[in-house]
């Protein structure tokens, strides 16, 4: 019996791929019942969703966020690289 609850116990993989809907609220109730379960004893699973979550927040709130400056030249420089590259530019 033991087998059995442990192959019907959902995967990270499953859970993954479900991610979306479950973070939107859109997947079933019984889905997101096992999907809570699982999260219960898989940290690696319970820190993608938090990202996740957190993320969601962010972006919800519209709080603009600097970057930091030798980041942000460093993006720009290889953003002007690759568009000359797109652009046949030397």
């Given at each position: 019996?033991?087998?059995n609850q442990q192959h019907d116990?959902?995967?990270c993989e499953e859970l993954l791929t479900l991610l979306n809907e479950y973070v939107d609220g859109t997947v079933d109730p019984a889905i997101c019942a096992e999907f809570e379960q699982h999260m219960t004893?898989?940290?690696p699973c319970?820190?993608?969703?938090d990202n996740i979550r957190?993320?969601?927040?962010?972006?919800r709130a519209g709080q603009p966020w600097?970057?930091?400056p030798?980041?942000?030249a460093r993006l720009h420089a290889a953003l002007r690289e690759r568009w000359r590259q797109r652009q046949g530019q030397p």
């Open positions: 019996m033991a087998q116990t959902m995967k004893g898989c940290n319970q820190v993608v969703v957190q993320t969601i927040s962010l972006y600097e970057l930091p030798d980041f942000r």
